[in-house]
């Protein structure tokens, strides 16, 4: 009996497991967040609108390549009292590892990367307008239907020019919540 249940745990746990090789996939992605900064800026949040294109590396990694034409961060003003909106433009990739893929209904994504950020004022205001955009996280994904994911998960994302721009380098990092769907 204990050899036919390994025979039957062997043949069958690597076929659960097993997934078909992924393949380049479109994503629409909505992310957004709130940052604490040092007292000098306050708090600040951001919003944002993303295209992602999935391409596989190999087994289980991939590189995901972000275009974010629609980012805005709320900030407060140094130099003046109150609060500004900005807008921004980012793109950048990030290395993934995916669990549980394939003809499974549930995934798991680990993400990590960085991209270059611009934006019409500095961000954080004590800042630059030139800034590099770097994300990590993870997302959760539920198969909708044979082609389409629904995806939710959580990214840290950090701000800054990494002291490109004069002696100082500002930042603002941001607990953010994504959103995405596979196009």
């Given at each position: 009996?204990?050899?036919?249940?390994v025979?039957?745990?062997?043949?069958?746990?690597?076929?659960?497991?097993?997934?078909?090789?992924?393949k380049?996939?479109?994503?629409?992605?909505a992310?957004?967040?709130?940052?604490?900064?040092?007292?000098?800026q306050?708090?600040?949040?951001?919003?944002?609108?993303?295209?992602t294109?999935?391409?596989?590396?190999?087994?289980?990694?991939?590189?995901?390549?972000?275009?974010?034409p629609?980012?805005?961060?709320?900030?407060?003003?140094t130099?003046?009292?109150?609060?500004e909106?900005?807008?921004?433009?980012?793109?950048?990739?990030?290395?993934?590892?995916?669990?549980g893929?394939?003809?499974?209904?549930?995934?798991?994504?680990?993400?990590?990367?960085?991209?270059?950020?611009?934006?019409?004022?500095?961000?954080?205001?004590?800042?630059?307008?030139?800034?590099?955009?770097?994300?990590?996280?993870?997302?959760?994904?539920?198969?909708?239907?044979?082609?389409?994911?629904?995806?939710?998960?959580y990214?840290?994302?950090?701000?800054s020019?990494?002291?490109?721009?004069?002696?100082?380098?500002?930042g603002?990092s941001?607990?953010?919540?994504?959103?995405?769907i596979?196009?």
């Amino acid at each position: 009996m204990l050899r036919g249940f390994v025979l039957v745990f062997v043949i069958t746990v690597p076929r659960l497991h097993a997934a078909d090789p992924p393949k380049p996939v479109w994503r629409l992605l909505a992310q957004g967040g709130q940052a604490s900064a040092p007292t000098s800026q306050g708090f600040a949040e951001f919003a944002g609108i993303a295209f992602t294109r999935d391409l596989p590396l190999g087994h289980r990694f991939g590189l995901s390549v972000e275009a974010y034409p629609a980012l805005l961060i709320h900030q407060t003003r140094t130099l003046r009292a109150g609060r500004e909106t900005i807008p921004a433009v980012s793109a950048g990739g990030l290395l993934t590892y995916a669990i549980g893929f394939g003809r499974s209904r549930f995934g798991l994504r680990l993400e990590g990367g960085a991209g270059l950020f611009y934006s019409r004022d500095p961000v954080p205001a004590a800042g630059s307008r030139f800034n590099f955009f770097d994300q990590g996280g993870a997302q959760l994904s539920v198969r909708l239907g044979d082609d389409r994911r629904l995806w939710a998960g959580y990214r840290r994302v950090h701000i800054s020019n990494l002291g490109l721009v004069g002696d100082d380098n500002p930042g603002l990092s941001f607990h953010s919540l994504v959103l995405a769907i596979d196009l």
